[in-house]
C-alpha cells in the first residue's frame, strides 16, 4: 500500500479553475470569487474555452495550454468533458479535483465513466479528488477551492464531510461555536482518495490536532483499520459514522448472520481502530471542540466546582456508567476547603462553593484540588444576583494557562454569562452549555487517550500453507463432487485442523452399527446438504439409550432418507451452548460472530464480534469484556469456563476464515462448553460454499 | 386530600416585604428593587423595624401592623424571626413566601423550627412556599417575587424548581433560548408546598400550557401519582430528575430489593403518572419550548423535507427505535412530487430536495405532503451558496400559520441562518440545531399524546378485610410466638388467600412419614426463620427417589436441625423459574418486584417493578411490555405462559402489600411457571417481619 502524496492536492502553489466564469449562479464563477478574492496567495488560471477573459484575467481554451506549472486543476464542468480534460492534461498536471456530478452516484452508465476515470488515475499517477464533491478549503492558505461561501478562521480541526452540505453547514457554525480548522475536506464519491487517505494524509499534517469525518460508508474496511489505528496512536479520529437503520447490504442466511447488525461492527471496527464514534452532530462539535483546545486526559479522576446545588447533581448523574469518575476528595484536602469556605459548603466532590461564591472560592478550590493533583475539574456556574461571571471566568483562564489543568468551564445561562463565555472561548477554553455535555464528552475525549496508552499491538494472524492445504483439499473434493456444503464428518476434520474438536461421532452403516462405540446415549443425524432443517424433516433423533433403539432408529431414518449419510454422535451434557459463525461484512469481510445459544439466542441476543487480525491475548480480553463474560468470570460461585481455550477457538476460526475464503456461510451451532475441564466440543458444523 | 387554594400567592393583589431594605448587598433590598420597580401594579408594603422609610415609603415595624389586606408576605429574615412574624399575623395574612434558609436543611434544629412553622401552617390555614426558597415569578404580572434578577418574557411554561440556582440560570437563558413563562417558583424545603401541591395548582392554571419541573426528590408519592396521572390528561408535565447515583435509602436485605433501583421505580411511577422524563438540562429545555409552542402531535407518522442528503440521513438514523416513523410516501405523491422536483431529487421519505432547492420545491412539497395528511414535517436545511434561506422559512412560516401542520425547522448553521431562525422562533415556530434533537424531543411530545389519547382508567385495589383477617391472624400468631419470618407452611398459606399456590408440600414428622402421598421426587428442608442460608447448612435435600432415601435424609436432617420444622415438597419440573419480590420504596410504598429467576437472574437483571394500585388488565399490559415478555409471547415457535394466570398472582401479591403492612421483606423465589396449562407454583416463600 502506497502512500498517496497529497501535498499538492491540498495545498497548491498554483491552480487552475477549469470552467471559470463570472457569470452569476455558475458554479465556476463561485470558485473563481473564492479563490481569487478570499486572500488566496498562489497563481490562479482559469479554463474556458467559451472566453477570452474572465473579469481581468486571460481565459484559457484547455487546460493543456497552461504553460507554467499548474499543482491543481478544479474542473467545474459537465461530466461527459471530465475524463478527456484530465487525460489531456494529465502528463502536466497531476492533481485534480473534480467538483462535477454525474457520475457513479447516477447509475451504471455514471459508474462506468468513473471507473474510466479511476484507470487513468492509476496510470498516470493523479491523485483526484471526487468526483460529485464541493471542493475543499485551506483556511491557513486562505484557499477556498470549493463552492461554498466564506473562510473560516484557521485552526486544528481538519473536517472531512462525505455529505458536501454538512460541510456548508459546519463552515457557517464555525464562527458562533468557535470551531478553526487546518482543512474542509468534501470527498464526494470517493473514487480514489477515501476516508483511508485522508487520514493518512492528516495524520502527518503538523496544523491538524483532530480528525473529525462525517461519514455515510467505508470504502475499504480493511484499509480503514490498518490506517486508522495507526494514526490514532497520534492524534484522536472522531466519526459521525450515519446509517444505522440501513439494511444489511449482503443477506446472510446463516443464523448468525442474522443476528449481526453492521453498524454494530462498524463500532467493533472503530473500537479496534481506537476511533471515537459520537451519535450525532451535537456529540460530533463537542469532541471535536475539546480536543482541538485541550490536551488528552491522562486521569479518570475529576473534580465538580459548582456555585449551584441544583449543577453539581446533575454533573454527579452524568458521571453514571462513565469511564471517569468524580475523585474522592482526601481528608487532607477537605481540611483545606474547610478553611476556605463557609460552614454550609460542601467539600464533598461535587464541591458545592454556594451560590454567593465570588472568584476567591474558586480560586482557593482551584489551587487546593491542584495541590492535591485532581487534573480534569469542571467549573460549574449559575449567574446568582450576587456573582461576577466575569471575575470567575478570569480566575479559570489564569489558572487555565498557568499549567496543565484541564479546566472545563460550564457556565449556564444567557446574556449574563455570554461575554464570559467568549473571553473563555477566545483564550482556548471551551464552555459547555450543560454539566452532562461537558462530562459526555470528556469521558470520550478520555477513552481515546485510554487506546493511546495501552499502545494496542499490531497483530497478525499465524496462517499455515499446510493447514490450508489440508481444509482445501477436503473442501475443494465436496465441491468436486456437487456438494453445497460439507458433511458434518467433513466438517468436523476441517476445524479439527483449527483447534476446534467435534462430539464424538460416527458414519453409521449397516455394516459397523454393531460396533460403534461410541457410548450411549447417542443422537442420530441424516448428514447430507440436501436437507438443511433436519429436526423438521424427523432427520434427528435424540435420547438413543441402547443398541436396540439405534438399531430401529437407524432403520427408519434410512427408510425416509434414502442414499443419505446417517451419523451417530454422542449426546454430550453441557454447561453452557455458544453459537459460532462468520459473517461477511460488505465493508469489513469475514468478521467472527459469537453469542450465547440455546434457547436465549433470540431473546437476549447477546452477539459479539471479532475483526481479524488479532492475536490470542486480544481476543481472550475482548471476550472478558464480551456479552457472554459472565461464562469466564462466573455467577452466583460457579465455576467458570476456560477462556483461553475458547478465545484458541476464536482464533481458529479468525485462521479458517482467512484460510478458506471461498466459504459463503460458516456456522457452528451449538458448541458446548464446560466449566469442569472437559473440553468444548462442537455438535453441529455447518459449512455452507 | 383538599385542594390547597394558592391563587392568592401566585397572583397577589398586595403584598408585604418582610426584611425590606434598601441597603446594598442585602436579600431585602433586591426584592424591594425587583418588586417595585420591575412593572408591578399591587400594592407593596415594607416591613423592618430598623427603619422608619426605605427610600419614599413607609417601613412597619410589624407585619400586623398593616390594617389594609396583605394577599401575600415575603420573608427574608433570620430563620429564628420567621416562627413569631407568622404567627403573630396569622389571623390576618394567609400567603407567605420564606426566603429564608436555616431550617430542616441545616440539621435536627432546623428541623424542628421547619415542623413548628408546618404545623402553624395547618392550624391557622397558611400557604407557605418555601423556607430556604428563591422565590417566585409571574411574568403576566411584571412580578418578580423573588431575589433572582430580571423579567422573564410571559408566556406558558411553568417552571419549578428544586434548585434556586437552575432556576437563575434558566431565567437568564430565556431571552437566547426564547424562553417565555407563566411562572417559575423555586421550591426550596417543600415543606407545606410540593411538586404535587404545584401540579394541582399549575394544572388549573389557564396561562400555562406545559409544567416543567427541576426535582432532586419527590415528597409524597402516592399524592404524587394521584396528582400528575390527572393533570397530565389535560397539559404535558415535564420532570428533569436528578438523583440517579443516589444510594437507595433504605438497605433492603432481600434478593429483589438488591436488584432494584430506586431510579427506575422513579421512571415507572412516571410512565404511570403520564409525566415526560427527560434526562438532560438540553432535552428538558427542548421539550418545553415544543410543548409551550406546538399542539401536541396525533399521528406518529413524520416527513422529512431537507436540501442536504446528509442531514436526511441523520434524520433518518433519528428514527431508530422511535415510537414516531418516517411515513410512506404513496405512489400517487410521489408522482406528484417528481412532477415538481429535478429527476435527480429523492420523493422517498427524507425528501431530498437537493442542494440548489428554493422555496418553490419546500412550498410544493410541504403542499403535497399536507394533501397526503401527512402532518408532521420536519424542514431540513443547510445554508448552501444558492440557498435562499429567509425565503424558505418564509414558505415554512406561512404554511405552519395555515393551517394545524406540525412544522418543525431544522435550520443547521449559524450567521447565515441567525436571522431566519430569529423570526421562525419569534412566531412560535421552534428550530433544532440537529435532526436528531429534533426528532428525540418531538417523540418525547408525541408518547404524552399516546398517554393522554389512552385515557387511563383510574385503578383502585379491591381489598378484602376477611382475607386481610385472615392473613393476619397467620400473621400475628407468628409474631406472637416470636418468630422474625413466616415458615413455609404459613407463608404458603397466606399467599393462597392472595391467589398464589405453593407446590405440594408437608411438615414431616416421625409419625406422619410413612403416608406423606406427596408423590416422588421429593425435597426435604429445613423450614425454620433461624436458618435462612438453608442450603449452605445441609438444610436442603433435592431429589428424593423413593421413600427409603426419604426416611434416611429426614433422620440425618432431623440430627443436625433438633428441634426444627421439616417439610416435605413434590420437586416439580419447570418451564421457567421466576423470581417475585415486595420492595419498599422510600418514595412510593411498597412496589411490586419481578423478575427472570434462576441462573440468570444477576447476569440478565431482568427486572421489572409496579406500583400499585393497578387494575388486572393494567398489569397484564404492562407484563406484556416487560423485560421478560417473551415468556408470554413466546420465542421459536414455543408455547406461552399464561399471562393472564401471572398477572393475577402480581395483583395478589399488590393486594398482600396493601392489606399487611408490617411486611418488612417478601420474596418469592422461585416461581415456576409452565406453557403445558399446569399451574404456577411458588418453591419458596419467604415472608419476613
Known sequence: MKKQNLEKLFAPKSIAIVGASNKKGKIGTVLVNNITKLGYKGKVYFVNPTYKVIGLKKSYSALEEITSQVDLAILAIPAKFVFQTIEKASDSVKNFVVISAGFSETGAEGKALEDKLKKLAQVKGLNILGPNCLGFVAPALKLNASFA????????????????????????KARSENLAFSEIISIGNKMQISESELIEYLGDDKQTKVIGMYLEGIKDGEKFLKIASKVSLKKPIVILKAGKTAKTQLAIASHTGALAGSDEITSVAFEKAGVIRVDNLDEFLNVLKLASSYEAPTSSLCAVLTNAGGAGVLATDAFKDKNITLAEISPASKKKLRAILPAEASVENPIDLLGDAQQDRYLGALEILQQAKIENIFCLLTPQNQTNVAEIAQVILEKAQARKLNLIPVFIGGEKVASSIAKLTKNNLVNFATPEAAINTFEKYYNWQLFKTAKPEVSTLKLSATRKDQAQTIIKKALAEGSKALSFADGARVMELYGVKAVAHSVVTSENIEKLDLGFPLVLKVDSDKILHKTEQGGLRLGIKNQEELKKAFAEMNEVFKGEKIIAQFQAGKFAEIILGIKKDPIFGPVIVYGLGGIYTEIFKLVNFLLAPMSLAEIETQLLKSKINFLFKGARGQAVCNSREFAEILLGLMSFAQENPQVAEFDINPL??????????????????
Open 672 to 689: 458446548f462448553i464446560y466449566n469442569d475441564k472437559q473440553e468444548a466440543r462442537a455438535v453441529d458444523i455447518k459449512v455452507i460454499f
Open 149 to 172: 461561501g466564506g473562510m473560516p478562521e484557521a485552526g486544528k480541526i481538519a473536517f472531512v464531510s462525505q455529505s458536501g452540505a454538512l460541510a456548508v453547514a459546519l463552515m457557517d
